[in-house]
């Protein structure tokens, strides 16, 4: 087995080109075997077998750099840069299911959001040309990616430097996680229908070199008109007008032909353009009959079907999309928006109900923002389903195009809090601590699929702000009944009737930690401290009449799974400043840090966020304050009594007269 004999890009220079087709078969046969027992991104590598074996024997990685935008294609990567145990893949201890430096020399971003590779290579470009370095750069991108704006803000800047060494790899396969949509998409589409331009021009040159006298003359005036020519045959003068050298489109699954037009660009001194025709999921049947996405991401499945493993129960996204479609059909103002992810955050449903009421921007979170600001101000209520960790690249345009503007948004949050296994980038950690600072946004954390269901209508009905409604990943737990409400807070659990004039804990619970903060609850309850749990329902603004109730407990204690740092634990803090209650508050949250990647129960373990860990603290917490309230109890009570004893000792004052506990003397 080839494969196995791969420890590094050199070992490809030594393989005949049919031992190289011979690797290509063996890495299809890996992948699917590996990723079917972890899951994983199964299709987008299946795509780039042949792209990535002819980029690595063209290139000397990694002393040049090799730049995969998103990474979710990097499985060939690691396996060609002598990473093969793939047991563990995206699991605690095991293979990153992106590229990792902590992994590999070979590994150079690690970010995992779309669009950004080519900014990364114009600035390595530029640090090669002041330092005077002769590496090459190289940069993966995807049709897809390139629908982003910071791709073409990075385009515009590469052309201008013409005698910059810089080669653009664009992996065009149709699709980011669905088909790609827009204009650049339909210009991409008419380059891969007319990749007879360079065949034509090589026939005419032939001919016209074999005719006398005339025929060179006539092919050097042919040539000079080159660029109207290809025009004409093939319009990829989008991208030689920015001054880009093109080159494609080439079969991205034909290694000599890839090998070839690498090699010319390798050697042309400036930016170039390699354009590539792949197949998602390509060699695998499941994945090519699978119109979605193509096994863009897949759990465990068997290998011989593309089945799953096990049947998938109910979820956040797919809850959400069925209160979508219902939405849809009683309000013809619904609208929604998804940056290319139709699928992923669960608006197929709607698609297909109203096609002609869903809008997919592409990968261009911000234009998203900024054109649900404009439907809502032309009087339809656009729903923008987003997941958490993107909606950071749209922060401005939710502050001053939409907020600013008082628009009637609602922006859905999938996938929010601690994600796990697909690594620090896909964590959706700091959407509450962003969002506290935009003025008049409000956002709803539901607890259960019920709350997805009722604070999705309460948020499609506020016609005068953005609103948010964010929720996790993965399988919904059971409903969790309220047994009260106060304000309009649900409160989840009440003290014992003997504690309730003055219980020890206020527990505020935040989403989908309801049922872990019931478990604490019940924890502190066994060590005799009685603990009321309130779900805020809607987080943002703190709820009213939150500072009364925490002062009728000793202590306050939020948890949420979003960051410490600036989250509903210190917009608690604040309100309760504001309202003058003075009293301990504890906040349990996610730390300020990267957080690697691991199962969402391995991660919550390794910050603390258990209810074990939180019942502990609590319990220390709450004995220091009653030690403390005990011990200035008691000094407040001997400083009134040596008060009045003073008093009653003065002059003219009666004999004290004695109590229960003090002898009577003779």
Not at 223 to 243: N, S, T
Not at 300 to 327: K, Q, Y
Not at 370 to 390: K, Q
Not at 524 to 531: N, V
Request: glycine share 10%; charged share 25%.
């Amino acid at each position: 087995m080839l494969l196995t004999h791969i420890r590094g890009p050199r070992d490809l220079d030594r393989l005949t080109p049919e031992q190289l087709d011979q690797l290509a078969a063996e890495i299809r046969t890996f992948l699917v075997d590996a990723v079917s027992k972890t899951g994983g991104h199964l299709g987008p590598n299946l795509g780039v077998v042949e792209l990535t074996i002819a980029l690595h024997r063209v290139f000397d990685s990694p002393r040049d750099k090799v730049l995969l935008d998103t990474g979710h294609q990097s499985y060939v990567h690691k396996l060609l840069t002598g990473r093969q145990d793939f047991s563990k893949l995206k699991s605690k201890g095991g293979l990153s299911g992106y590229p990792s430096r902590a992994e590999s020399e070979h590994d150079v971003i690690e970010n995992s959001h779309a669009s950004t590779v080519l900014g990364w290579a114009e600035g390595l470009a530029k640090a090669n040309e002041l330092l005077g370095k002769q590496d090459h750069v190289v940069a993966v991108i995807g049709d897809g990616a390139l629908t982003g704006g910071m791709a073409w803000e990075a385009l515009n800047n590469i052309a201008a430097a013409k005698n910059r060494p810089l080669v653009i790899v664009v992996n065009d396969n149709e699709r980011s996680y669905s088909p790609t949509i827009g204009g650049l998409a339909n210009h991409l589409a008419t380059l891969r229908t007319t990749d007879g331009y360079e065949r034509f021009l090589a026939r005419g040159k032939d001919i016209l070199e074999r005719t006398p006298v005339v025929g060179r003359p006539l092919y050097e005036t042919l040539h000079g008109a080159k660029k109207g020519l290809k025009d004409f045959i093939a319009p990829q003068g989008m991208f030689e007008d920015l001054g880009l050298k093109y080159v494609g489109p080439i079969d991205g699954h034909d290694i000599e032909a890839l090998e070839s037009a690498l090699q010319r660009a390798k050697r042309f001194g400036g930016p170039v353009i390699v354009h590539c025709l792949t197949e998602k999921g390509r060699g695998y049947t499941p994945a090519e009959q699978d119109e979605t996405d193509r096994f863009h991401g897949i759990g465990p499945i068997h290998p011989d079907t593309g089945l799953p493993v096990t049947a998938a129960g109910a979820d956040w996204t797919s809850v959400f999309g069925e209160e979508m479609v219902r939405l849809g059909e009683e309000r013809e103002d619904i609208v929604a928006i998804t940056a290319a992810m139709l699928h992923p955050v669960g608006l197929t449903k709607f698609a297909e109900r109203f096609p002609d009421r869903v809008f997919d921007v592409g990968i261009a979170e911000q234009h998203a923002a900024v054109s649900a600001a404009g439907l809502a101000t032309g009087g339809l209520h656009p729903v923008f389903a987003v997941y958490a960790t993107f909606l950071n690249r749209a922060f401005d345009q939710v502050l001053m195009d939409v907020a600013l503007h008082r628009c009637g948004v609602t922006f859905v949050l999938d996938r929010a809090g601690i994600t796990g296994t697909d690594g620090a980038s896909h964590n959706g950690m700091w959407d509450l601590s962003l969002l506290q600072v935009v003025p008049g946004l409000r956002i709803a954390a539901p607890r259960d699929a019920d709350q997805v269901r009722a604070q999705l209508r309460e948020a499609v009905e506020v016609a005068d702000a953005p609103t948010v409604v964010r929720y996790s990943k993965g399988a919904v737990g059971p409903a969790v009944r309220a047994v009260g409400r106060i304000g309009g807070m649900d409160v989840l659990r009440e003290p014992a009737p003997a504690d309730a004039e003055r219980p020890d804990v206020l527990l505020v619970s935040v989403g989908a930690l309801a049922p872990m903060c019931l478990e604490v609850a019940d924890l502190l309850d066994k060590q005799g401290i009685s603990t009321t749990v309130v779900d805020p329902r809607w987080v943002k603004p703190v709820d009213e009449e939150l500072p009364a109730l925490a002062e009728r407990h000793r202590v306050v204690v939020t948890v949420e799974d979003n960051i410490r740092v600036g989250g509903v634990g210190s917009a608690i803090a604040q309100a309760l400043r504001d309202s003058g209650v003075d009293m301990p508050l504890r906040d349990f949250g996610i730390p300020p840090r990267f957080l690697d990647h691991a199962s969402r129960k391995e991660v919550m373990a390794e910050i603390g966020l258990t209810a074990p860990d939180i019942a502990r603290q609590v319990t220390g917490l709450v004995s220091r304050i009653g030690g403390r309230y005990e011990s200035d109890a008691a000094q407040s009570a001997e400083s009134a009594e040596a008060g009045r004893s003073a008093e009653r000792t003065g002059p003219g004052a009666a004999p004290k007269a004695p109590t229960a506990a003090e002898p009577v003397r003779d």
